[in-house]
């Protein structure tokens, strides 16, 4: 059974960090590029991270560049998003992507930045 689950979301305060992580099973996850997206409440969801199948060549939006930091383990069968400096406008619902030729989803995990 394909799946992919995220974690390491959470509360934390402007200017804190989280690191998500994002756990394939059931298919080879080191065969394609993995994106992360986040969706606030009311939005439209956003590509924040991009990271290709052997991790060179990551890209971000403007929003979140400089701060955000994809990297991946094939090994271990994860990509995870380091996110430091955070935002109250960086509050969503983070959701990996198992890019094509697949097209698999998590089931998201919540950031929420506040004081």
């Known amino acids: 059974q394909v799946q992919l689950v995220e974690s390491g979301g959470g509360l934390v305060q402007p200017g804190g960090s989280l690191r998500l992580s994002c756990a394939a099973s059931g298919f080879t996850f080191s065969r394609n590029a993995v994106s992360w997206y986040r969706q606030a409440s009311g939005k439209e969801r956003e590509l924040v991270a991009t990271i290709p199948r052997f991790g060179a060549g990551t890209n971000y939006p403007d929003s979140v560049k400089g701060r955000f930091t994809v990297f991946r383990d094939n090994a271990e069968n994860t990509v995870y998003l380091q996110m430091n400096s955070l935002k109250p406008e960086d509050t969503a619902v983070y959701y990996c992507?198992?890019?094509?030729?697949?097209?698999?989803w998590g089931q998201g995990t919540q950031v929420t930045v506040s004081s």
């Open positions: 992507h198992a890019d094509p030729p697949f097209d698999y």
